[in-house]
């Protein structure tokens, strides 16, 4: 297997100098020496050339591609695994123009590219978390006071959110975080969320703020409440009830989609969250493991028919 000690662009372009190179290094990822087949997990199979194989139940012929976010694509792994290392490495993103240059695509292609890598980025919002967990909602949109007159909406200040796209996310103090496009901010769907990611017997603490949606986790949880109401942003008597880590985060999301990218639409901003959680989650590891760790998690398979019904950002 090639030495995956890469620590740069210019040691990556250096370690996957040819094409070949990254078809062997991808097949040791995925299949460890192994190869099996994605039409028949049980089945024999056969080597062929131009690196195919055969499923010998199925009779179908497939290569390590088959079944991944590469499947189908006419442009060279060489310039996806450049795109994965420049897209996982930056700490805001990186815009579809910008990528277009920094590959030699087209800006479409590298839009392609870019949402196929960010169906993977799901695989890290998913975490069940303990200890001390922060609740916290945010919302993603212009703000009026930055609109033109004829553009401003009426009564959309605090959590009227007429013209935002509200998330809910739940932190791990000191550890991961998940987040998620919610279609308001009520108990309905706020409280499923947490009851599904954060367990009551592994849970010291839940914190969050006065919102009447939080109402009732007492029942399961130990819950701390932060009056913002009443300008308490940290408990007077224990300095460690505040919710001021996932507010925190909440400031690198907004950072991120409002200065990388030019405009995300409602129904495509899922994926943007899923990438912003996947780089907080893994921000004490190196660019080397980040790259790996998506690549080992690239079986997801979207069409560019699938992709084309969102708006393009």
Known sequence: MINPNIKSVFELTQTFATEQDCIEYYEDLRWNGIVVSPFDP??????????????KNTGKYFNVKTGTMFENSKISLRKWFLAIWLVTSHKKGISSMQLAKDIGVRQATAWFLLQRIRACFGIENNNELEGIIECDETFIGGKNKNRHKDKKVPHSQGRSFKDKVPIMGMLQRG???????????????????????????????????????????????????????????????????????????????????????????????????????YRFNLRKVSDQEKFRYLLSNSNIRTTYKELTTLVKC
């Open 42 to 55: 049980t089945s024999k199979v056969y080597k062929c050339k131009n690196n195919q194989y055969r499923c």
């Open 175 to 277: 550890g991961k975080m998940n987040a998620f496009v919610v279609p308001d901010t009520k108990r309905k769907s706020i409280q499923p969320l947490i009851h599904k990611y954060v367990k009551p017997e592994t849970v010291q603490t839940i914190i969050t703020d006065e919102w009447w949606a939080y109402n009732g986790l007492s029942k399961h949880y130990d819950h701390r409440i932060i009056d913002h109401s009443r300008k308490e942003y940290v408990n007077l008597q224990d300095n460690t009830i505040h919710t001021n880590s996932i507010e925190g985060s909440w400031n690198i999301l907004k950072r991120s989609v409002s200065g990388m990218y030019n405009h995300v639409s409602k129904k495509h901003l899922q994926k943007y969250v899923d990438e912003f959680v």
